[in-house]
């Protein structure tokens, strides 16, 4: 059964503080993806990797970094927490090469809130 | 850019009632097309999808056809079950400037009552 989990399903953090998302896949997936998730808007694309040590900007990276260190595991990193980085985050890994579509396995999400 | 609209929610019915959940998209090309749904706490897993025109994607009871006349990608079922209660996102696989990546609607939350 194919596998994305994330470190929290939900956390609390203060406004300045650093966060970090984990993400861990166990299908040798090379494809990795951050997205955030708000009512009304869908899922937006923060940072995606198409492979180890790569990353790209997705839609809205501003405020936000990824390493992808090994394979498996891609990290989101809220550098200094605000309020308005209070989300859904949903982490997703793919199984499909350079101009297929395949298909986007995600995790169950992390509920993350800023005070 | 390539987008994606979703009919709005929440859609409200009864078991047993016959589904549609509107979709439309604007892109460059031939997009493959898919629909994923999530149920409460979990994330998303997909349901369908449909890589050329007029291809039928099906699961579940559920049905979706590739409309390039009218770029639409609605999605149907015949009799709803409560199980069905979840929130269903249309997506598209956009490739632009290189970059590859989904364009998912704003969502279309669903409920079904007994």
């Known amino acids: 059964d194919v596998k994305v989990t994330q470190s929290s399903r939900y956390l609390v953090k203060r406004t300045g503080e650093k966060v970090f998302l984990e993400c861990v896949q166990d299908?040798?997936?090379?494809?990795m993806f951050w997205y955030r998730q708000d009512p009304g808007l869908g899922l937006r694309l923060i940072y995606f990797?198409?492979?180890?040590?790569?990353?790209e900007k997705g839609d809205i990276p501003e405020g936000y970094s990824v390493s992808r260190e090994k394979k498996e595991r891609f990290s989101l990193i809220l550098e200094s927490a605000s309020t308005n980085q209070t989300s859904m985050y949903l982490c997703?890994?793919?199984?499909?090469?350079?101009?297929?579509?395949?298909?986007?396995?995600f995790g169950p999400g992390t509920r993350l809130t800023v005070t | 850019g390539d987008s994606v609209t979703q009919m709005e929610g929440p859609v409200t019915l009864s078991e047993e009632a016959f589904l549609t959940i509107n979709c439309t998209y604007t892109?460059?090309?031939?997009?493959?097309l898919f629909w994923y749904v999530q149920y409460p706490g979990e994330g998303l897993q997909l349901l369908l999808k449909?890589?050329?025109?007029?291809d039928k994607g099906s699961n579940k009871g559920f049905e979706a056809t590739y409309r390039k006349e009218t770029t639409s990608f609605h999605l149907e079922k015949g009799s709803v079950q409560v199980s069905d209660s979840a929130v269903y996102f249309c997506?598209?696989?956009?490739?632009?400037?290189?970059?590859?990546?989904?364009?998912f609607g704003q969502g279309t939350r669903l409920t079904i009552n007994p």
């Open positions: 997703a890994s793919r199984n499909a090469g350079w101009g297929e579509s395949g298909e986007q396995y």
């Open positions: 299908m040798d997936h090379e494809n």
């Open positions: 990797s198409y492979d180890v040590k790569m990353k």
């Open positions: 892109a460059t090309g031939y997009p493959s």
């Open positions: 449909a890589t050329k025109a007029d």
């Open positions: 997506a598209l696989w956009s490739i632009i400037q290189g970059a590859q990546k989904l364009v």
